[in-house]
């Protein structure tokens, strides 16, 4: 089977925005009273904002202290840093490899997706200069489940007329990559702490076009 599209998650994967996700949250558990490090920061990725807030008080054992309207102005301020950590963002942030293969899939009539749970995506994408690159984009307001459900690289399946089963989905965590394989996509994951991908690299500079091409072909074979 032709390989019809590839539906990349946005943070940590077109660029690096989960490192100011991490800041953001850091910064504001702490005005609560509740540290969080890189690590717990993993359990973050691919989680939506008020999700990834009720995992964090959870983490600091204060999960039932705020009403569902105080959850939203803390989840509205770590935005809001968040968003002016993003005001430094340009096309010079596009990771390793990214718009070279971009720029070969879309010579090469392969479609390009986006799944990314982020409300931010249209604004990241526009600094980086990205916004026509993508066919479609999965639009984050419009879902009912957070990664790990396989409803976002399903709904972006859906958007560029293509069946899970011919596309390759590409993700840096773990919520993610189970969404992926939820959906039924080639599942390829950027890092070195995932489970479950059919192809792991250790960072973006490895998806080549071949590179990828190869890796689907083998698919077939098994
Ligand atoms: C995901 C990030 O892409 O988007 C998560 O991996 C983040 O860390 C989520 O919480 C939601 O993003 P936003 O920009 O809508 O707060
Ligand atoms: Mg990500």
């Known amino acids: 089977?032709?390989?019809?599209?590839?539906?990349?998650?946005?943070?940590?994967?077109?660029?690096?925005?989960?490192?100011?996700?991490?800041?953001?949250?850091?910064?504001?558990?702490?005005?609560?009273?509740?540290?969080?490090?890189?690590?717990f920061n993993e359990r973050l990725k691919g989680v939506s904002r008020l999700d990834s807030l009720r995992l964090i008080l959870a983490h600091g054992g204060k999960a039932d202290l705020f009403s569902d309207a105080e959850l939203e102005a803390i989840a509205t301020r770590k935005n809001e840093h968040y968003v002016n950590l993003l005001s430094a963002l340009s096309p010079a942030d596009i990771l390793p490899g990214i718009a070279e293969l971009l720029r070969e899939l879309r010579q090469n009539g392969i479609r390009i997706g986006l799944a990314s749970v982020s409300k931010n995506a249209p604004q990241v994408l526009a600094a980086l200069g990205l916004t026509d690159a993508f066919d479609y984009c999965a639009d984050a307001a419009k879902l009912t489940h957070s990664k790990p459900h396989p409803e976002i690289f399903l709904t972006a399946c859906a958007g560029l007329g293509v069946t899970p089963a011919q596309a390759i989905g590409v993700e840096d965590a773990q919520a993610g990559v189970i969404s992926i394989k939820a959906a039924g996509l080639y599942a390829v994951g950027v890092g070195s702490q995932l489970e479950g991908v059919d192809w792991l690299v250790p960072c973006t500079s490895h998806l080549t076009l071949p590179a990828l091409l190869a890796h689907w072909a083998d698919r077939q074979q098994n």
């Open 1 to 39: 089977m032709k390989l019809e599209a590839v539906v990349f998650d946005l943070d940590g994967v077109i660029t690096d925005t989960a490192h100011y996700h991490f800041v953001a949250w850091r910064d504001m558990a702490l005005g609560l009273g509740i540290h969080i490090d890189e690590a």
